[in-house]
């Protein structure tokens, strides 16, 4: 079975500092790990996924995120936040074998302190 | 190409009511699904199609039917709406094969009174 979990509800940094969003996975194989972004009454966009090549993926708007198999982790990343990253953000998991059906975590909301 | 389209944005129902909320993509994407919105909890699965004329159960299908007559359509319908069922829901497509991106709909919010 496959589930995520991520660590914080609620994570607020001041604009220009590091932005580090946590999550977990658990999965009976070789996942497919995906971040999602959802701003304010808005739909989802897709920030970033691994789909295991290359364990750090890039992203748009300068986020990455890092795969490490020995701690089933696969934390959210940007080096310097911008007021507009203000959002909620989902680490998901795939059962790709199957229907590509989506496993979400309950979400990390991000706001950026002027 | 619109991408995935949802109708209506917003609906208000009384308990008991039934009513459809309807999904359409125009990327000739194979697999389509829906998913519901609480505060809290994520977004959970409630129904996908892996085709025309396949359909099955996500994790919480109770109250909701759903067909797949056509690749473009994928409606959800609410036969006796439950106040439980106020939510966001968002409808998803993505190509079959793989773990390709899914595409989400704008979502619909519903109220059930």
């Known amino acids: 079975a496959q589930s995520v979990t991520q660590l914080d509800s609620h994570v607020s940094v001041s604009e220009g500092t590091p932005v580090l969003l946590r999550c977990n996975y658990s999965?009976?194989?070789?996942?497919?790990l995906f971040w999602y972004v959802q701003h304010p009454n808005k739909g989802l966009q897709l920030l970033l996924k691994?789909?295991?090549?290359?364990?750090l993926v890039k992203g748009i708007n300068g986020f990455e995120a890092e795969f490490k198999k020995s701690e089933t982790s696969f934390h959210l990343t940007k080096p310097s936040a911008h007021m507009s990253d203000a959002a909620e953000y989902f680490c998901?998991?795939?059962?790709?074998?199957?229907?590509?059906?989506?496993?979400f975590g309950t979400g990390t909301r991000l706001t950026v302190i002027p | 190409n619109a991408g995935v389209t949802q109708t209506p944005k917003f609906q208000v129902l009384k308990t008991g009511q039934s009513m459809t909320l309807q999904c359409a993509q125009d990327?000739?994407?194979?697999?389509m699904s829906w998913y519901r919105q609480d505060p809290g909890m994520g977004l959970r699965l409630i129904h996908y199609?892996?085709?025309?004329?396949?359909?099955d159960q996500g994790e919480v299908p109770n109250g909701y039917n759903v067909s797949r007559s056509t690749t473009e359509d994928f409606p959800l319908r609410l036969l006796s709406a439950a106040p439980s069922q106020t939510s966001v829901y968002f409808c998803?497509?993505?190509?079959?094969?793989?773990?390709?991106?899914?595409?989400f709909g704008p979502g619909t919010r519903l109220t059930v009174l």
């Open positions: 691994y789909t295991s090549a290359a364990t």
């Open positions: 998803a497509s993505n190509p079959s094969g793989g773990a390709n991106e899914q595409f």
């Open positions: 990327m000739n994407h194979e697999y």
């Open positions: 199609s892996v085709g025309a004329g396949i359909t």
């Open positions: 999965s009976s194989y070789s996942p497919s």
């Open positions: 998901v998991v795939s059962d790709y074998l199957g229907a590509n059906n989506l496993f």
